[in-house]
C-alpha cells in the first residue's frame, strides 16, 4: 500500500517494455542513429552558444544530483556529479532557464521532450554501473566542454553487439539507449560539461498511450516531487533577502 506510483510502474516496467518495443519506430540499439532527430543538427550548429550559457554558471552554483534526488542513491554518491535542470517531467524550471535563455529557445523545438539539464563531472568524478528507467525513453548527450585528456573521460555503454566506449568531445553529441548498461569515468583534472536531454522514444499506435501514462505516474511520484521540492527550495533559498 505505500509503494509510490513509481515503484508500481518499476514493477510493471517489464511488460511495459516488451510492449514499447513492439510497437517502437526505431530498432532496439544501445546507439541510435541521429538522423532520426532533426533538432539535433539545430544544437550542433549552436552548441558554442549553448556551451556558453552553461559554463557562465559555476560549478558551485550547481547542485550534486546526489543533493536534489537521493533516491539516485548509490549512482549519485559522488557528489562531484551535478545537475543544473532546465525541465523535467513537465516541470520548467523558470529561474534556471532565464539564466540559459538562449537553451531554453532551443528546448522549445524538441518534440516530446522529457528532461533537459547542463550535466557537470567533476575532475575524479566516478558514475557506477547503471541502467535508466524505461525503453520509452532515449538519452542525448551535447558535449560542451570536454576535457583535452579524451581518452580518460568517456562513457562505457554495454550493447548487444558489442562494448561502446564514447569519449565526449566539443561540439559532437550521441544519443543512446539508457536502458543498456553504462558506467562513466572522469579520471582528469578537468571538469566536464554537456547538456544532456531525454526524449520518449518514437512509437506507434498503443505503445505511445502508454508510455504518456507510465511519465504521467513518474512525473507524480515521490521519487519527481522529491527533486521538485529541492529545487523549489534551493530557488527560494537563493532569491532570500540578504
Same mark, same amino acid.
Given at each position: 500500500?505505500?509503494? =509510490?506510483?513509481? +515503484?508500481?510502474?518499476? !514493477?510493471?516496467?517489464?511488460?511495459? !517494455?516488451?510492449l514499447i518495443m513492439r510497437h517502437s519506430l526505431l530498432p532496439d540499439q544501445a546507439?541510435?542513429?541521429k538522423d532520426y532527430f532533426p533538432w539535433i543538427d539545430v544544437l550542433e550548429r549552436n552548441w558554442e552558444h549553448i556551451r556558453d550559457e552553461a559554463v557562465r554558471i559555476r560549478t558551485q552554483e550547481i547542485p550534486s544530483l546526489g543533493e536534489? =534526488?537521493?533516491?539516485?542513491?548509490?549512482?549519485?554518491? *559522488?557528489r562531484r556529479w551535478r545537475s543544473f535542470f532546465l525541465e523535467g517531467y513537465g516541470y520548467r524550471r523558470a529561474e534556471n532557464c532565464a539564466r540559459a535563455p538562449?537553451?531554453? =529557445?532551443?528546448?522549445?523545438r524538441?518534440?516530446?521532450l522529457v528532461t533537459a539539464c547542463f550535466s557537470v563531472l567533476e575532475a575524479g568524478c566516478h558514475i557506477p554501473r547503471h541502467y535508466g528507467m524505461t525503453k520509452g525513453m532515449l538519452t542525448y548527450h551535447l558535449a560542451l +566542454?570536454?576535457?583535452? *585528456?579524451r581518452a580518460n573521460c568517456h562513457i562505457n555503454i554495454e550493447g548487444p553487439d558489442r562494448l561502446h566506449v564514447i569519449s565526449?568531445?566539443?561540439?559532437? =553529441?550521441?544519443?543512446f539507449d539508457d536502458m543498456y548498461n553504462h558506467e562513466v569515468w572522469n579520471d582528469t583534472s578537468e571538469d566536464r560539461y554537456i547538456l544532456l536531454i531525454q526524449v520518449q522514444r518514437p512509437c506507434?499506435?498503443?505503445?505511445?498511450?502508454? +508510455?504518456?501514462?507510465?511519465?504521467?505516474?513518474v512525473r507524480h511520484s515521490r521519487f519527481v516531487q522529491d527533486i521538485k521540492r529541492q529545487l523549489d527550495h534551493q530557488a527560494d533559498r537563493h532569491h532570500a533577502p540578504a
Amino acid at each position: 500500500m505505500r509503494k =509510490s506510483l513509481f +515503484q508500481i510502474g518499476k !514493477d510493471l516496467r517489464p511488460k511495459i !517494455d516488451r510492449l514499447i518495443m513492439r510497437h517502437s519506430l526505431l530498432p532496439d540499439q544501445a546507439i541510435i542513429e541521429k538522423d532520426y532527430f532533426p533538432w539535433i543538427d539545430v544544437l550542433e550548429r549552436n552548441w558554442e552558444h549553448i556551451r556558453d550559457e552553461a559554463v557562465r554558471i559555476r560549478t558551485q552554483e550547481i547542485p550534486s544530483l546526489g543533493e536534489i =534526488s537521493p533516491d539516485h542513491g548509490r549512482i549519485a554518491a *559522488d557528489r562531484r556529479w551535478r545537475s543544473f535542470f532546465l525541465e523535467g517531467y513537465g516541470y520548467r524550471r523558470a529561474e534556471n532557464c532565464a539564466r540559459a535563455p538562449f537553451t531554453a =529557445s532551443l528546448l522549445n523545438r524538441i518534440p516530446n521532450l522529457v528532461t533537459a539539464c547542463f550535466s557537470v563531472l567533476e575532475a575524479g568524478c566516478h558514475i557506477p554501473r547503471h541502467y535508466g528507467m524505461t525503453k520509452g525513453m532515449l538519452t542525448y548527450h551535447l558535449a560542451l +566542454q570536454a576535457p583535452t *585528456d579524451r581518452a580518460n573521460c568517456h562513457i562505457n555503454i554495454e550493447g548487444p553487439d558489442r562494448l561502446h566506449v564514447i569519449s565526449w568531445e566539443n561540439g559532437n =553529441s550521441f544519443m543512446f539507449d539508457d536502458m543498456y548498461n553504462h558506467e562513466v569515468w572522469n579520471d582528469t583534472s578537468e571538469d566536464r560539461y554537456i547538456l544532456l536531454i531525454q526524449v520518449q522514444r518514437p512509437c506507434r499506435g498503443v505503445a505511445r498511450l502508454i +508510455q504518456n501514462f507510465f511519465l504521467f505516474c513518474v512525473r507524480h511520484s515521490r521519487f519527481v516531487q522529491d527533486i521538485k521540492r529541492q529545487l523549489d527550495h534551493q530557488a527560494d533559498r537563493h532569491h532570500a533577502p540578504a
